[in-house]
């Protein structure tokens, strides 16, 4: 691998699920490169162009224009690990390890250093190439904001803002016709898109993966909502919520993903047991993968164009190993390995949690009460 004291050639890309802002931080890598006259190199499809050796140079038009525009000009995928790699053999699919394949890439392209932008699943792959020798600088990305060691994650705001507005637009539906609206948002294992979008948007009840809720603290709220004539309702939940006493809602499976669940039909099972049980009429719509499409937020602009020359810093500097994170205001950074040690999830003494409470949102959950009377006796 190249032991060069200077960096003079940097490969790109974006790994995992896309979300905007993707081409903001490449924009914010590629042009103070240029500066300093780097070439850059963009891997396409994520950790599948390395493997299979799919790269092409990006010049300074390419990353002209590119800041407000959704997905990635390089292409994503979420089913290139390098180390958990699909290859059909026969009538099977094995899985089998191709990292060496991609080292070999790495070096044929003469590469000093990789910026790896993606989320959990990326961060971790990136630690293990690491481990290998490869240099790489990892840069946070995901609509889920799960990863606990940056502050933020550039992506989440823009899904928040589709789910604020799509609340927006249920509610006057919803009390034009004296419903109960469901909506079902994406977070699998953690609620933030839920809990951020659900109070920005006015939801009444918020289910989250992090608390499996009652049924009957929800056929309660809407009840007690409807006798106080409020007579909508919205409930917002996260893809991965489930029942105290049921199971996530899986759709399908596919083992050539880097995490082969995929979730949804929550909504549609929530909204039909309200419905069933409190005679109040029903609604669900499945917010999908309009949280992930369109032009970044204001704030995801500026995020990902701060963490994209962030990380080209880093790798000029050959601070190998690290992802750039948010404290704060600040922008910093932290070690591969550490990043990727906690998921962050929605937990009880959580700020934003207890706000939602204080305004009257409801999370299914009865012991939530609990927390909220000892977070005020603080003050
Ligand atoms: O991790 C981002 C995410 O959008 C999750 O919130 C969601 O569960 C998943 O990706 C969906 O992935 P796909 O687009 O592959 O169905």
Known sequence: MSKAKVVKRIGILTGGGDCP???AVIRGVAKPAHDHGLTVLGIQDGFEGLVEGKAIELYNKDVSGILTQGGSILGSSNKGDPFHWPEEIGDEIQI???????????EAWNLDAIIAIGGDGTMHISNKLSQMGMNIVGVPKTIDNDLEATDQTFGHDSAVFVVSAALDRLRTTASTHHRVMVIEVMGRYAGWIALNGGLAGGADVILLPEFPFDWEIIYDKVEQRNLQGKRFSLVCVAEGAKAKDGEMIVKAKDIKRTDPIQLGGIAEHVSKMIEDNTGLETRYTVLGHLQRGGSPTPYDRMLSTRFGTFA??????????????????EITSVTIEEAIKNQKLVTSDNSILHTALQVGVNFGVKELDHSVIRWLGKY
């Open 96 to 106: 089998l390890d191709r990292s060496k394949k991609a080292i070999r890439n790495y």
């Open 312 to 329: 080209i810093n880093l790798a000029m500097n050959r601070m190998f190993g690290r992802m750039v994170a948010l404290k704060g205001s």
């Open 21 to 23: 802002g993707l081409n």
